[in-house]
């Protein structure tokens, strides 16, 4: 993978390859859950997640947003922000 790792302020990195599978779902939704307002999480994973991305969608709705900095066969790097929360 080439795109960058060095986060840029309020980016959070989550590998989710050191995560063993059966808990990746519950870790990402944790994570997400734990970002503020105008925080990234650049999640990186094996495989491209579109099931999760459906779930996240459907959880989030428009307070999240989602771009791929990599996507290929080695695997993918997402920034997930959260943005517009309300009382933040």
Known sequence: MHAS???EENTHIFDARGIARRFRHSAIFGALSALRSGETMRFINDHDPLPLLAQLRERFGDYLT???????????VVDFGIVGLPGE
């Not at 989602?66 to 993918?76: D, F, K, T």
């Open 5 to 7: 790792l060095n986060p």
């Open 66 to 76: 989602v771009n791929y900095r990599e996507r290929g066969p080695q695997g993918v």
